[in-house]
């Protein structure tokens, strides 16, 4: 039996007092907080598993609700996620969701979310994302950005931005979304890194390569992490990596 093993960690960060990212693998879900350590979980390859984060907008308001919303309505309809056009609707749905719970209140007005990541099924691997969270795959040799950031291009001597310009939620009105959707074979030597920008911001691809190539599994995530702390961790990191294994 195939099985995928999935360690992720989330952390506040150095210099935020609280989070706003959300992260789920499967039916589980850390919302809007830090698990301090890696967690690796086990679950049989076949039905369709869901691993994503969220990074709730900064300098909008209720990021973390955003981002809690989005990753607790796809643990539910996670294993009905057989196909792409069950993944946009979901995320369409995901979507609404914020809208709706920021119509609930004017302190909510423009909260938002981004969300990036993948869905094993027994063949193929789902990838998916609106905003600037990542998902890369590590091949053993190469690493590939799988997922397509909703940022301006970057100006001379920028290495990233903080500007999306799609997201979930976000807008003082409902505004439809095009999530970048992309399938590929599933691969037993391929690994998945899902994360949000605390990471890819700090960590650049030639770190992520080694820390990849050296590390696996709960330990790989922890190295990931500490190279974010050791590059100031300005912001959130959640990250999750995903396994393949017999
Ligand atoms: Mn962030």
């Not at 691997?125 to 997922?147: C, I, K, M, P, T």
Request: aromatic content about 6%; some cysteine.
């Amino acid at each position: 039996m195939r099985f995928a093993a999935i360690s992720a960690l989330g952390h506040d960060g150095l210099l935020r007092d609280h989070n706003e990212d959300s992260l789920v693998v499967g039916p589980w879900t850390i919302c809007a907080s830090a698990t301090l350590v890696p967690e690796t979980l086990m679950f049989p390859i076949g039905p369709p598993l869901v691993v994503a984060v969220a990074d709730g907008l900064g300098a909008h308001p209720a990021g973390a609700l955003a981002s809690t919303l989005v990753v607790q309505q796809l643990a539910r309809v996670g294993p009905r996620l057989a196909d792409e056009r069950s993944l946009r609707s979901a995320i369409d749905d995901c979507n609404k969701r914020v809208y709706e719970a920021a119509g609930r209140d004017p302190r909510r007005i423009t909260m938002g979310t981004t969300v990036a990541g993948v869905v094993l099924t027994g063949d193929s691997v789902f990838v998916f994302n609106v905003g600037d969270s990542r998902v890369y795959a590590w091949n053993g040799l190469e690493l590939s950005r799988l997922s397509i950031d909703d940022s301006p291009p970057l100006q001379p001597g920028q290495t990233h931005t903080t500007i999306v310009t799609q997201t979930l939620g976000g807008y003082p009105s409902y505004k439809g979304i095009d999530t970048h959707v992309s399938i590929r074979p599933l691969n037993d030597a391929e690994r998945y890194l899902v994360c949000s920008d605390g990471l890819s911001d700090v960590v650049d691809d030639r770190m992520i390569r080694r820390l990849l190539s050296d590390h696996r599994g709960g330990k790989a995530a922890f190295e990931l992490w500490k190279a974010a702390i050791a590059g100031g961790a300005p912001d959130n990191i959640t990250l999750a990596l995903v396994e393949l294994e017999r």
